[in-house]
């Protein structure tokens, strides 16, 4: 029996890794939906959402006026906002952010208030360029922007 012990150990302690492992049912389940707010002329943030529908995303668009006001709302730090903001499932997404990014935070729920990508890189989805630029996604919470959550080169 006490041979035994340390083979019951390791399948109780891998039993949660195989159980989190994505099944193909879980890759195939809907999105939550993704409400985006941008201003009615913006071609790159209709790229972006396409981008995020590929990925299985169900978006619902807002046209505003005042972005400054959304984003201010969210908590959105002023000195790195983007050309748009999403909120999909309780999580702020500002800007460019790539659908990989958004995907793996709804999985991992990190205790932020969101994704963040400052400015508009060339490259980024919505932004595509022949000529992309390196760029890293944060998160962001109270306090203002936080640690990388990813890099894209």
């Not at 029996?1 to 193909?24: G, Q």
């Not at 995907?103 to 205790?111: D, Q």
């Amino acid at each position: 029996m006490l041979r035994l012990l340390p083979r019951i150990l390791v399948l109780l302690l891998a039993f949660p890794l195989v159980a989190a492992a994505e099944s193909p049912e879980a890759a195939n389940a809907p999105r939550p939906e993704v409400q985006v707010f941008k201003s009615p002329t913006c071609g790159c943030c209709t790229k972006w959402e396409k981008h995020l529908e590929a990925r299985g995303f169900q978006i619902q668009s807002s046209h505003v006026e005042d972005l400054t006001r959304i984003k201010r709302w969210y908590g959105v730090p002023a000195d790195s906002a983007a050309c748009h903001t999403a909120i999909v499932d309780g999580y702020v997404i500002e800007g460019h952010v790539p659908a990989s990014d958004v995907e793996r935070l709804l999985r991992e729920r990190p205790a932020v208030r969101g994704l963040i990508v400052p400015g508009m890189p060339l490259g980024s989805p919505g932004m595509e360029s022949p000529t992309p630029e390196p760029y890293s996604v944060y998160t962001f919470g109270a306090s203002g922007l936080g640690p990388v959550f990813s890099r894209h080169e």
